[in-house]
């Protein structure tokens, strides 16, 4: 029962903290002016009332909506016509395709890039931090050469950007070695994925050559994924083992790690036990953590030409795409938002203290 | 007063050259960036700028393609005119030596604004307590579902160039060049941990007696609260946004490379960078020999994130008096 009621207050949290970044979001775009943001409200129907002119209907759609009208009486009309009538984020004039349609389209190629990479990062990142405490504290007196070894490559990791790394990446095994070529499938499977013998089912290329039992495919397309997800990993390992070491050392030198030792508790012992409590500030700055994970996305999909969410927005913005722009906003304050109420449930497995 | 002030600065000088024998990392980064100082300061001995912008480099492709007509000049290898070579006609050379100016303008700027709205919303949720925290707190946490690039291309896209103000009778115009979109953008996505911070030690410090006793004689809230809270939890935020002041670099010259920065003519890093990859990726004459051009200006960047990050580590070191303890000092 006071699960429930924790998971309805965290809800409605979310529900005001997504209205907040809405009203931002449109706050921002308020800048523009009223004929730039009228393209926010036109719909295929509409264009064509206008005779298909941009203009014509931008000025129409200026009036119907009410673009200059006072603030709140407009982003009340946009809530209403984004969420309520249209239901679909609004209309893309670049792809002609309704926005829902056009990020839901590239999601997968997005998804597929997270669905290998995250795993490693995260439990392989703890794994490595905590060994990384471990030889740290129990070290005497002088440095400790894998202690020193895992720093110097998180440093190099947290400090070369990510978009040096791949790009160093790109140039090292596609220009000069020919290993690999951008995108997310070589030129014979992407062919054989248009033709009429493939089945989509959930749209990653890894999974659907599975089911449809093309086994090269398959593997086509893990040879594609590999770099990019390779530099990924990388790039955000250092920035989860850097804070998994110094949260491991702040607890290991807490008055209770030592009192445990003292008392006689194996050394790993003490560390399972540590961990638990090293893992609460680790979720505290998990936030930080998706968002720097969003922006290494973006790059990585700019740099190997992957047609996922981060390109789309890349072209939405220097196509003036507002629609779309703002769409993939919002469609990631939900999904961060989901993640944050996520990570709040998890607190409360991992610390009994945290009240329901 | 003098004595203890003196016994303070040699306390924490022994603390540092404590430091510097356990972690010889952190006198590196003190090195690294103190050089990039001595650069930026000499710039105009090292590359004199050719044009009354000093931030653009000089061009010294043919004339008649200056004018971004589509087709740029091709790249150069590095030769005794041009060091580092040339990237679309312009030269790298130049472009990394000025590119440290604009680093440290950018990175010491962004902090600044970044540090002030978060000090100013976090000691008020923190200090006046009740609807005002829950409020001003809640508006914090909601930040941290904000996906921060796409709302930074979302602002350097719906800002001006040129905003004006009109206010009665004075008319203002304020002129947005690129990267001051790019600041203002990470500032307004970067506040939300230092409020968080600043609130958590103000709500801790404001509970001691020394507080109390400065109401007590009838000091005002506002100079309860800079002048006595305010100093005494200051050092943890300070620490982070050192820490902090290669993440701003890094997030900058990543918002330049995806092609929202002030043009391929400007002397920054992530700029050059993003001319680099046009060139790798676009030519069709063979590119791979032009990776050297890449290398330089990507460890410009590196060295700076890292001599950053490396002091910041250092700084919290001092500033944190546990850490510092346990360090035996």
Known sequence: MRLVSFLMKRLVLTIFTLLLLSLMIFYTASFLPALERARLFISPHFYQHHGNDIWASAVAAAERYGLYDPFYVQYLNWLKVMFVEGGSLGFSYFHSRWVSDVILSSFPATLELVMYSAPIIIFGGIKLGVYSARREHEKKGREDIVDFIIRAVTAFGYSVPLFFTSLLALSIFFLNLHWITPGRLGSEAEFFVFSGAWNSYTGLYSIDALLNGQFWIFLDALKHLALPVATLTISMLAVVVKITRSSMLVELNQIYAIAARAKGLRKMEVISRVKRNAMISILTVSSILFASMLTGIVVIEYTFSINGVGTLAISAAKRYDFALLIGLSLFFCVIFAAINLIVDIAYTYIDPRVKL | ?329
């Not at chain 2, 000499?42 to 700028?49: R, S």
């Not at chain 2, 005794?80 to 010491?108: K, L, N, Q």
């Not at chain 2, 300070?238 to 920065?261: C, K, Y």
């Open chain 2, 1 to 329: 007063m003098l004595t203890e002030l003196k016994k303070s600065v040699t306390m924490k000088f022994e603390i540092l050259s404590k430091m510097f024998k356990t972690y010889p990392l952190s006198l590196a980064g003190i090195v690294m960036i103190l050089s990039f100082a001595v650069i930026a300061l000499l710039a105009p001995i090292l590359a004199p700028p050719t044009s009354s912008n000093p931030y653009i480099c000089p061009y010294s492709g043919p004339p008649e393609q200056a004018d971004f007509s589509g087709i740029l000049p091709p790249p150069t290898l590095p030769s005794s005119e041009h060091p580092f070579g040339t990237m679309h006609g312009y030269d790298v050379y130049y472009g990394c030596i000025w590119g440290v100016r604009t680093a440290f303008r950018i990175s010491i700027l962004t902090t600044f604004i970044t540090l002030a709205i978060g000090l100013v919303i976090g000691s008020f949720a923190g200090y006046l307590e009740g609807l005002v925290d829950e409020f001003l707190m809640r508006f914090t946490d909601a930040f941290f579902a904000l996906p921060g690039l796409l709302y930074v291309m979302l602002i350097v896209m719906a800002l001006p160039l040129q905003w004006k103000l009109n206010l009665g009778s004075l008319n203002l115009t304020i002129a947005l060049s690129g990267f001051d979109r790019i600041i203002l953008a990470l500032a307004i996505i970067g506040w939300p941990p230092y409020a968080r911070l600043i609130r958590g030690e103000i709500k801790k410090v404001k509970e001691q007696d020394f507080v109390e006793a400065a109401k007590a004689i009838g000091c005002s809230k506002l100079r309860v609260l800079t002048r006595h809270i305010l100093p005494n939890s200051i050092d943890s935020v300070l620490s982070l946004a050192f820490l902090n002041i290669g993440g701003v670099i890094l997030a900058t010259s990543t918002v330049s490379f995806l092609g929202f920065g002030p043009g391929i003519s400007y002397a920054e890093w992530g700029t050059i960078i993003a001319n680099g990859r046009s060139l790798l990726v676009f030519t069709t004459a063979d590119a791979s020999q032009f990776v050297v051009l890449l290398l330089i200006p990507g460890a410009f960047l590196s060295a700076f994130v890292l001599g950053w990050s490396l002091l910041g580590d250092a700084l919290r070191t001092i500033m944190d008096p546990v850490l510092a303890r346990r360090m035996g000092a």
